[in-house]
């Protein structure tokens, strides 16, 4: 079966290409990994252009990260992920009966926004400015790289090694749903930040 792309358009030069797998020997469900974090992807860098300079770095009156410091967290912890996702092959070890089984549970914490999450110190943004465009650019550049890696690994096993805080040990499909669901929840953040 051959999967065919669509091309997602968007008020900003920057966008992820259109993906196109041909004769690839990727597995089916990496394929539709792949084309989720492209859409997934352009959903955030069209929730990104909105802001100026002044609103990517302007904080709530009500408390709360500005756009720039939700950017940069979702660029910490997409960077920090990759790392697992690239680890010692000898920390993998095959997935249980069903390699998806804790995806609903992420889905279900990471849409329930009244669930405040306090992030770990080590994916804190910090508190200086920072240039849209660049940050931008630099999400761009770490989705690349993300599908790369999707197209390169066996997302259905398990790492051991680095459990997550609350769901515990993950498969590499369960940890790039999370990617993707706890970026939707910061797209939701910045589209109501940019209509305060």
């Known amino acids: ?4 792309t669509k091309t997602l358009r968007m008020n900003t030069p920057l966008q992820m290409a259109p993906l196109t797998f041909g004769d690839s020997k990727l597995p089916m469900a990496n394929e539709f990994v792949c084309l989720a974090i ?4 352009n959903e955030l860098l069209r ?3 909105r802001f100026d300079f002044k609103q990517f770095n302007q904080a709530p009156a009500e408390g709360g990260w500005a756009a720039g410091a939700i950017a ?3 660029l910490l912890v997409e960077i920090q992920i990759a790392k697992i996702l690239k680890g010692n092959p000898g920390l993998k ?3 249980p009966l069903d390699p998806e089984e804790k995806v609903a549970l992420i889905i279900q914490r990471m849409s329930d926004r009244t669930n405040r999450i306090e992030a770990p110190e080590s994916l804190l943004p910090s508190y200086t400015s920072k240039d ?8 761009l550049i770490q989705r690349r790289s993300l599908i790369q890696l999707v197209c390169e690994t066996n997302l259905f096993c398990e790492y051991p090694d680095n459990p997550h805080r609350f769901f515990g040990v993950l498969t590499g ?3 790039v749903n999370f990617i993707l669901h706890h970026c939707q929840r910061h797209i939701e953040q910045l589209n109501e930040l ?3």
């Open 1 to 4: 079966m051959q999967l065919t």
């Open 38 to 41: 492209q859409k997934n992807t």
């Open 47 to 49: 929730a990104l252009a």
């Open 72 to 74: 940069e967290h979702l």
């Open 93 to 95: 070890r095959n997935a």
């Open 132 to 139: 849209p465009t660049s940050f931008t650019e630099k999400i």
């Open 173 to 175: 499909m369960e940890w």
């Open 194 to 196: 940019r209509f305060r």
